[in-house]
């Protein structure tokens, strides 16, 4: 238990105590006036137990005045995501309506809007490379203004996309070397990766930084953007064929612990908040006491008064 005023603490147990020894030398005298006067002293020490509940409510409410707080253990969604979303030129697509950006940043915004504010979310961007549009933050328009700006540019790699999210989460720069060998992040268990793609990766290691991130307890949920049928997009004045690669996105969410989230439309891609589970984690907060106390407190002092006027006809 945790005190906010311990010196009122000090100050309420010192006027309590002085109460209690008033008391008890009033008693006292007032049992010898009787037995010189040769008059019995009626009810014993049950004649007192109005003032010892007066005296006991007085000490009650001096520990309330303190204000005492217990800590208790309270589980709650927070931790870090990194919204890593994919701006290649895939996504320029348009077999999810309007196209696949547009509809991942819907899908985007509407998973930070379910969010509560123990939660700090930051924005990766990722092609060929990986931009943090955002760093965690509390504050989640951030955040929502990061999405908005996202545009179509470049090719894309997954494993970019995990180890600048790490980057992100970690504060310091994260990569995978060309020999494979890993750097040890740490362990960062409240944090999640959410990855909006479609899945399309053309360089990077994308197990390897998959594995970096299990390593380092981070779960990666992936969301496919797009279907299996594909659409034409227009590069550099070609047009190619692209559609949803599940597979790759599947082994992410596979390795890290988290789950892949197919979204073929728009309408499902809107849902996707409802169905991302981020852990829970438990943290001490206080529970104030002091009301419970002072409810007693006047219980006591109530009950303290009532018996004193039953015995006396006086309240003090």
């Given amino acids: 238990m945790t005190l906010s005023s311990p010196l009122l603490l000090a100050v309420g147990l010192l006027v309590t105590a002085?109460?209690?020894?008033?008391?008890?030398?009033?008693?006292?005298?007032?049992?010898?006036?009787?037995?010189?006067?040769?008059?019995?002293?009626?009810?014993?020490?049950?004649?007192?137990?109005?003032?010892?509940?007066?005296?006991?409510?007085?000490?009650?409410?001096a520990i309330a005045t303190a204000g005492p707080a217990a800590m208790v253990p309270v589980p709650r969604t927070a931790g870090t995501v990194i919204l890593a979303i994919d701006v290649s030129n895939s996504m320029g697509a348009d077999d999810v309506a309007p196209?696949?950006?547009?509809?991942?940043?819907?899908?985007?915004?509407?998973?930070?809007?379910?969010?509560?504010?123990?939660?700090?979310?930051?924005?990766?961007?990722?092609?060929?490379?990986?931009?943090?549009?955002?760093?965690?933050?509390?504050?989640?328009?951030?955040?929502?203004?990061?999405?908005?700006?996202l545009k179509i540019t470049g090719g894309t790699s997954l494993g970019t996309a995990i180890t600048a999210s790490l980057s992100a989460i970690t504060g310091k720069p994260v990569a995978v070397g060309r020999d494979g060998i890993a750097p040890d992040i740490g362990y960062w268990p409240s944090a999640t990766i959410v990855m909006f793609s479609d899945g399309q990766n053309t360089s990077g290691d994308?197990?390897?930084?998959?594995?970096?991130?299990?390593?380092?307890?981070?779960?990666?949920?992936?969301?496919?953007?797009?279907?299996?049928?594909?659409?034409?997009?227009?590069?550099?004045?070609?047009?190619?064929?692209?559609?949803?690669?599940?597979?790759?996105?599947?082994?992410?969410?596979?390795?890290?612990?988290?789950?892949?989230?197919?979204?073929?439309?728009?309408?499902?891609?809107?849902g996707i908040a409802d169905t991302i589970d981020l852990r829970l984690t438990v943290s001490d907060e206080p529970l104030p006491l002091a009301g419970g106390l002072i409810g007693l407190a006047l219980a006591l002092l109530t009950a303290g008064a009532a018996l004193t006027v039953l015995r006396s006809g006086r309240v003090i």
């Fill in 18 to 61: 002085a109460l209690a020894w008033a008391a008890v030398v009033s008693a006292r005298r007032r049992t010898a006036a009787l037995a010189a006067a040769g008059v019995a002293v009626p009810g014993g020490r049950r004649a007192y137990l109005g003032t010892g509940l007066t005296i006991a409510g007085v000490a009650v409410l």
């Fill in 99 to 149: 196209t696949r950006l547009a509809a991942a940043q819907r899908a985007a915004r509407a998973f930070v809007a379910a969010q509560p504010d123990s939660v700090d979310i930051g924005v990766v961007a990722f092609e060929r490379g990986g931009l943090t549009a955002a760093r965690p933050d509390a504050d989640h328009s951030i955040a929502l203004a990061a999405i908005d700006r």
């Fill in 206 to 270: 994308v197990e390897r930084a998959a594995t970096l991130a299990q390593r380092a307890g981070v779960h990666i949920h992936t969301v496919g953007v797009g279907t299996t049928a594909g659409a034409t997009v227009k590069v550099d004045g070609y047009q190619l064929q692209t559609s949803l690669e599940e597979e790759t996105l599947t082994l992410i969410a596979q390795t890290t612990g988290g789950a892949y989230h197919p979204a073929s439309d728009a309408a499902r891609l809107g």
